[in-house]
């Protein structure tokens, strides 16, 4: 069992910042591979990023690629998202999971491959 907890949202202007934390507790999290989802009003939650276990291997949606950075403290069971460049369409709840799985980028782009799920935090950018 893993509880996740999510941090560090909040209202942003357009082209500002914001670090998202998710706190990691129960079982050894350096053996998940992490991932950061989100979702819009009225829309299906989508992926954002993705991180295995030991951290160098990372992937990234288009729509955010070069703008957010995903990085984990194992030391901390934490992973962040750094959001850089914020656009208003990046408004929505973000959400941080952990999979037991076996890390690709195939497995760790679908959200029926984290079995535990952070509460989420609202990011909302102004135009």
């Known amino acids: 069992q893993v509880q996740l907890v999510e941090s560090g949202g909040g209202l942003v202007q357009a082209g500002g910042s914001l670090r998202l934390s998710c706190a990691a507790s129960g079982q050894t999290f350096s053996t998940y591979a992490m991932g950061w989802f989100r979702q819009a009003p009225g829309k299906e939650r989508e992926f954002v990023a993705t991180?295995?276990?030991?951290?160098?291997?990372?992937y990234y949606a288009n729509s955010v690629k070069g703008r957010f950075a995903i990085s984990r403290d194992n030391t901390k069971s934490t992973v962040y998202l750094q959001l850089n460049t914020l656009k208003p369409e990046d408004t929505a709840t973000y959400y941080c999971a952990a999979s037991s799985l076996v890390w690709s980028i195939e497995v760790h782009t679908t959200p029926q491959s984290y079995r535990y799920w952070g509460q989420g935090t609202q990011v909302t950018v102004s135009s």
């Open positions: 991180i295995n276990w030991s951290g160098p291997g990372t």
